[in-house]
């Protein structure tokens, strides 16, 4: 049945106004939002406020990869480990193999020392999961003569395999775990020839991450193809290959690249223009489609990608990125998935010359918004039954099906149900024996992981939603899910991360690896817990919105009443609101804080929060009740500087002694924090052993023993991101001479022996064992991926990455 957005108004007590927003957001029919819990509706409607999120992710993690120049340097990561391993004097060793979760220095390549830094030894690292999260995928290939075997690429984790058709995965080599993997695929001639793409470029922001193209030729080992290490492979985002092996085409943020030796060492740019995708006629390797990632147009190619012809097409103006896929049945179909301003289909019968638009009806009969607003982020089409060119699968934020060529979709997903697939979607994949009869197999890869439909025809057929009819979810040892950051509780055992697209999620010890649960919906950030109170854990939505949950992590935000930052559901006026002054966070209801804000519960006192936007605010009655006009109070206790606050640090033991870093590199301290109006001085600005860096503060840790010895880190690929004083801020030194030139994203100090110091880098972590003056020659694990956030359970080291999900080890034995 139908439903008007009147009829979903009344249900649902939301206005009428607002229908159609969710709709066009969420990429969804009315149907599908009368099914959505209110809480869920609340959500999304809190979502309408933020309608760039991917985009913000990108500009976050950006603002972070800067040097003191603004810039982030091409290859950046690759150069510095280059520089690295020449300061040290190693060589380059063999490639990593396939081996569970991989560790320390025989996964990153490194010649590995005899003896363990600072008590860490490669066995010793636990991986507590998330194995049942899974995080954002952009590729997946299956091996076509053992479809057992599966390759995946994650955005943050590097390549992952499995030889059991998913039922567990492990990742491949940790060489490429520090790396944004944007695109996977298999040579069709030489089945174990696998070429991933790296560097997310489907963003309006700088590609991050990127390393150029990897290749392995036994599908474990895999080494970078030197020649697309420049500028013009930072992001790669889509690769094709030849029927016959010979021609590769890889898709890049800059424009086309053709290479048609068999080492790949001579690339040829055959278009200036960004794309999103390419893909060689599967029958014809002279013909060839390409896809632009922003600029609303298709080219098309009919002497093997050398040169190519802009497609032309009636009907409206395209706009956006255009993904493409040809038909298995007949190759001279062509689908396009347009963005527009929330997907349109059109269809080309010419082998992608030209296109005519399909009418892209919902049931309804009204135009499908199946993209939402993002069709630049998830954007994905697929038409490979060899029986049946009409058939056509599309993915945004859900999944939609049409049996007619595009005049009319449906839906076959509900992404806010758990039984079906999660939301925003990237790759879809044929299993390599899809016939259309005895076998219609076809795998999903988005922001949840990866997930397949045993038999297409049958998924997702429902007579109204949610549709979980047919789907498995394949996130089985998947662990890619990225942290920004975590905390624990040492008499539970307990722990929570802030997960980027996955919200805050929650590990019982009791439950293990594949029993993590969410329990805030949305984006993750900074994480506290209560070291009194096991209950009582902290979290954020974006743009500093700290929410609070009171029953030891156990279950989800339904009730949409746990943000103590002030913003709250309002029944009234049904939309979300905020509390009057003092119950709530300017900088949090403005937006003037960064998309995942730092905030600090007071090691000495459980009843305060201190939260950085771009003053610093402070409550001293956290626990407070929560009602739609009272609930914690907050006070600005330091003006602001100009520059939104990046990391904070209350002294152990001190709680007048509070630490605050910018963005832009400043540096505060204050020595009478709990009063009324504390007063700051700015630090490290003057004389010769001044603080020198200018760029994005990320970490401050002071020495829980000595509070005159504090540890500053910082981001951007430099050569000086780790400094330390041992007076309170007067003198400075610089320690990291023997890291990598990459972002330092957090230090720790062993509680008992403070000499000892863990560093969480963008390529790992490092340890020291003489206060920071010299560092191991290699990443000591936990994985070869960025470590946003270390933090202690007792002389438990727990390390939250962005990319890999969380390791602990335990260093009470040293």
Same mark, same amino acid.
């Given at each position: 049945?139908?439903?008007?957005?009147?009829?979903?108004?009344?249900? /649902?007590?939301?206005?009428?106004?607002?229908?159609?927003?969710?709709?066009?957001?969420?990429?969804?029919?009315?149907?599908?939002? @009368?099914?959505?819990?209110?809480?869920?509706?609340?959500?999304?409607?809190?979502?309408?406020?933020?309608?760039?999120?991917?985009?913000? *992710?990108?500009?976050?993690?950006?603002?972070?990869?800067?040097?003191?120049?603004?810039?982030?340097?091409?290859?950046?990561?690759?150069?510095?480990?280059?520089?690295?391993?020449?300061?040290?004097?190693?060589?380059?060793?063999?490639?990593?193999?396939?081996?569970?979760?991989?560790?320390?220095?025989?996964?990153?390549?490194?010649?590995?020392?005899?003896?363990?830094?600072?008590?860490?030894?490669?066995?010793?690292?636990?991986?507590?999961?998330?194995?049942?999260?899974?995080?954002?995928?952009?590729?997946?290939?299956?091996?076509?003569?053992?479809?057992?075997?599966?390759?995946?690429?994650?955005?943050?984790?590097?390549?992952?395999? $499995?030889?059991?058709?998913?039922?567990?995965?492990?990742?491949?080599?940790?060489?490429?775990?520090?790396?944004?993997?944007?695109?996977?695929?298999?040579?069709?001639?030489?089945?174990?020839?696998?070429?991933?793409?790296?560097?997310?470029?489907?963003?309006?922001?700088?590609?991050?991450?990127?390393?150029?193209?990897?290749?392995?030729?036994?599908?474990?080992?895999?080494?970078?193809? $030197?020649?697309?290490? $420049?500028?013009?492979?930072?992001?790669?985002?889509?690769?094709?290959?030849?029927?016959?092996?010979?021609?590769?085409?890889?898709?890049?943020? +800059?424009?086309?690249?053709?290479?048609?030796?068999?080492?790949? /060492?001579?690339?040829?740019?055959?278009?200036?223009?960004?794309?999103?995708?390419?893909?060689?006629?599967?029958?014809?390797?002279?013909?060839?489609?390409?896809?632009?990632?922003?600029?609303? !147009?298709?080219?098309?190619?009919?002497?093997?990608?050398?040169?190519? @012809?802009?497609?032309?097409?009636?009907?409206?103006?395209?706009?956006?990125?255009?993904?493409?896929?040809?038909?298995?049945?007949?190759?001279?179909?062509?689908?396009?998935?347009?963005?527009?301003?929330?997907?349109?289909?059109?269809?080309? +019968?010419?082998?992608?010359?030209?296109?005519?638009? *399909?009418?892209?009806?919902?049931?309804?009969? @009204?135009?499908?918004?199946?993209?939402?607003?993002?069709?630049?982020?998830?954007?994905?089409?697929?038409?490979?039954?060899?029986?049946?060119?009409?058939?056509?699968?599309?993915?945004?934020?859900?999944?939609?099906?049409?049996?007619?060529?595009?005049?009319?979709?449906?839906?076959?997903?509900?992404?806010?149900?758990?039984?079906?697939?999660?939301?925003?979607?990237?790759?879809?994949?044929?299993?390599?024996?899809?016939?259309?009869?005895?076998?219609?197999?076809?795998?999903?890869?988005?922001?949840?992981?990866?997930?397949?439909?045993?038999?297409?025809?049958?998924?997702? $057929?429902?007579?109204?939603?949610?549709?979980?009819?047919?789907?498995?979810?394949?996130?089985?040892?998947?662990?890619?899910?990225?942290?920004?950051?975590?905390?624990?509780?040492?008499?539970?055992?307990?722990?929570?991360?802030?997960?980027?697209?996955?919200?805050?999620?929650?590990?019982?010890?009791?439950?293990?690896?594949?029993?993590?649960?969410?329990?805030?919906?949305?984006?993750?950030?900074?994480?506290?817990?209560?070291?009194?109170?096991?209950?009582?854990?902290?979290?954020?939505?974006?743009?500093?919105?700290?929410?609070?949950?009171?029953?030891?992590?156990?279950?989800?935000?339904?009730?949409?009443?746990?943000?103590?930052?002030?913003?709250?559901?309002?029944?009234?006026?049904?939309?979300?609101?905020?509390?009057?002054?003092?119950?709530?966070?300017?900088?949090?209801?403005?937006?003037?804080?960064?998309?995942?804000?730092?905030?600090?519960?007071?090691?000495?006192?459980?009843?305060?929060?201190?939260?950085?936007?771009?003053?610093?605010?402070?409550?001293?009655?956290?626990?407070?009740?929560?009602?739609?006009?009272?609930?914690?109070?907050?006070?600005?206790?330091?003006?602001?500087?100009?520059? /939104?606050?990046?990391?904070?640090?209350?002294?152990?033991?001190?709680?007048?002694?509070?630490?605050?870093?910018?963005?832009?590199?400043?540096?505060?301290?204050?020595?009478?924090?709990?009063?009324?109006?504390?007063?700051?001085?700015?630090?490290?600005?003057?004389?010769?052993?001044?603080?020198?860096?200018?760029?994005?503060?990320?970490?401050?840790?002071?020495?829980?023993?000595?509070?005159?010895?504090?540890?500053?880190?910082?981001?951007?690929?430099?050569?000086?991101?780790?400094?330390?004083?041992?007076?309170?801020?007067?003198?400075?030194?610089?320690?990291?001479?023997?890291?990598?030139?990459?972002?330092?994203? !957090?230090?720790?100090?062993?509680?008992?022996?403070?000499?000892?110091?863990?560093?969480?880098?963008?390529?790992?972590?490092?340890?020291?064992?003489?206060?920071?003056?010299?560092?191991?020659?290699?990443?000591?694990?936990?994985?070869?991926?960025?470590?946003? @956030?270390?933090?202690?359970?007792?002389?438990?080291?727990?390390?939250? +990455?962005?990319?890999?999900?969380?390791?602990?080890?335990?260093?009470?034995?040293?």
């Amino acid at each position: 049945m139908t439903i008007s957005d009147a009829q979903l108004a009344r249900e /649902k007590n939301i206005r009428i106004e607002q229908v159609p927003l969710l709709r066009r957001s969420r990429g969804a029919t009315n149907e599908t939002l @009368q099914g959505l819990p209110d809480a869920a509706i609340r959500r999304a409607l809190r979502r309408l406020n933020h309608p760039d999120l991917p985009n913000a *992710r990108r500009l976050f993690r950006l603002e972070q990869e800067r040097g003191d120049d603004g810039t982030v340097p091409a290859n950046a990561q690759g150069t510095a480990l280059d520089r690295m391993r020449a300061r040290l004097g190693i060589a380059e060793p063999p490639a990593a193999q396939t081996a569970g979760v991989p560790t320390g220095p025989a996964a990153e390549g490194f010649a590995a020392g005899p003896t363990p830094t600072a008590g860490m030894q490669l066995t010793q690292w636990e991986w507590l999961g998330p194995g049942n999260i899974g995080g954002r995928t952009r590729g997946i290939v299956i091996h076509p003569e053992d479809p057992l075997r599966m390759w995946a690429a994650s955005a943050g984790g590097g390549v992952w395999h $499995t030889g059991d058709g998913g039922r567990k995965w492990a990742p491949v080599d940790d060489f490429l775990g520090n790396l944004a993997c944007s695109c996977l695929t298999v040579d069709p001639a030489a089945p174990t020839t696998i070429y991933v793409g790296t560097g997310e470029g489907f963003s309006n922001a700088d590609a991050l991450r990127g390393n150029g193209v990897f290749r392995t030729t036994d599908g474990a080992n895999w080494a970078p193809i $030197t020649a697309t290490r $420049t500028a013009d492979f930072r992001a790669v985002t889509r690769i094709a290959v030849s029927r016959t092996g010979e021609v590769v085409l890889a898709a890049t943020t +800059t424009g086309l690249f053709r290479c048609s030796d068999s080492e790949r /060492k001579h690339w040829t740019q055959v278009l200036d223009v960004p794309l999103g995708i390419v893909l060689f006629d599967p029958t014809d390797d002279q013909r060839a489609v390409a896809g632009a990632l922003d600029a609303g !147009a298709a080219f098309v190619s009919s002497d093997g990608g050398r040169t190519w @012809q802009t497609a032309t097409h009636e009907s409206k103006p395209w706009s956006g990125r255009v993904e493409l896929a040809y038909a298995a049945k007949d190759p001279a179909i062509v689908y396009a998935s347009v963005q527009m301003t929330s997907g349109r289909i059109w269809r080309s +019968t010419d082998g992608g010359r030209t296109y005519r638009l *399909r009418r892209t009806l919902d049931s309804s009969g @009204q135009v499908a918004d199946y993209l939402g607003d993002q069709g630049w982020y998830g954007n994905a089409v697929w038409a490979g039954d060899p029986t049946d060119a009409n058939l056509v699968v599309l993915g945004g934020v859900d999944l939609w099906r049409s049996t007619d060529g595009g005049d009319h979709i449906t839906e076959i997903s509900t992404w806010w149900h758990p039984r079906s697939v999660h939301a925003d979607h990237h790759a879809i994949v044929s299993h390599p024996s899809y016939d259309g009869t005895a076998n219609r197999t076809v795998l999903f890869g988005n922001d949840g992981g990866v997930f397949m439909a045993q038999d297409l025809s049958r998924t997702g $057929t429902e007579p109204e939603p949610p549709f979980v009819e047919g789907w498995t979810e394949l996130d089985n040892n998947y662990g890619v899910t990225q942290f920004f950051s975590g905390a624990g509780n040492r008499i539970t055992g307990k722990i929570i991360g802030g997960a980027q697209d996955n919200g805050t999620l929650c590990f019982d010890p009791a439950l293990g690896a594949e029993g993590w649960q969410q329990i805030f919906g949305g984006d993750g950030g900074w994480c506290a817990s209560d070291p009194d109170d096991p209950d009582v854990f902290y979290g954020e939505y974006v743009f500093l919105n700290i929410h609070r949950n009171t029953d030891g992590g156990t279950s989800d935000d339904t009730d949409g009443d746990r943000y103590i930052s002030g913003q709250f559901w309002n029944e009234t006026i049904r939309e979300w609101d905020w509390k009057p002054l003092p119950f709530h966070i300017p900088d949090a209801k403005n937006n003037q804080a960064l998309f995942i804000a730092p905030f600090a519960l007071d090691p000495n006192n459980a009843d305060r929060l201190l939260a950085g936007g771009l003053s610093l605010w402070r409550t001293n009655n956290a626990k407070e009740p929560n009602t739609p006009s009272s609930g914690p109070t907050w006070q600005a206790i330091k003006p602001s500087a100009g520059s /939104k606050i990046s990391a904070l640090a209350v002294t152990p033991g001190d709680s007048d002694l509070i630490w605050v870093g910018h963005v832009n590199g400043m540096l505060f301290r204050t020595t009478n924090g709990t009063a009324a109006t504390p007063s700051w001085a700015r630090v490290g600005v003057t004389g010769p052993d001044r603080l020198r860096p200018s760029r994005y503060c990320t970490c401050v840790t002071v020495d829980p023993r000595d509070p005159e010895t504090v540890f500053v880190a910082f981001g951007g690929f430099e050569a000086d991101n780790l400094w330390v004083t041992h007076d309170g801020g007067a003198r400075w030194s610089r320690l990291a001479e023997t890291l990598p030139d990459v972002p330092i994203r !957090a230090v720790a100090i062993h509680p008992r022996r403070t000499e000892l110091l863990y560093c969480g880098t963008e390529v790992g972590l490092y340890a020291s064992e003489d206060r920071g003056v010299t560092w191991s020659a290699t990443n000591e694990g936990p994985a070869n991926c960025s470590v946003d @956030q270390l933090f202690w359970m007792d002389e438990t080291l727990v390390s939250a +990455t962005h990319g890999r999900g969380m390791f602990r080890i335990d260093l009470s034995t040293v």
